[in-house]
């Protein structure tokens, strides 16, 4: 929800000029193995990131543009 937020804020601030892309994962589950493979983070770490990409897809339909 933080990148969303922050979308909205930009988009407050230059609403004439802001252009919102939302890039989508290909899925929950090729994020998380994607996470996994980079061998950077923790498992809760990674669990913490993937439920944060959840919750952050469910305000996609606040950006012009998903991708």
Known sequence: DR??????DVAEKCPEDAV???ILPP??????RR???RSQDSDDVIE???ANAKG???HCD??????
């Open 3 to 8: 990148d969303a937020t922050g979308a909205r």
């Open 20 to 22: 919102r892309v939302f």
């Open 56 to 58: 952050e897809i469910e």
């Open 27 to 32: 899925s929950l589950e090729e994020l998380r």
């Open 48 to 50: 913490r990131r993937v």
């Open 62 to 67: 606040a950006f012009d543009y998903v991708i």
């Open 35 to 37: 996470l996994v493979t």
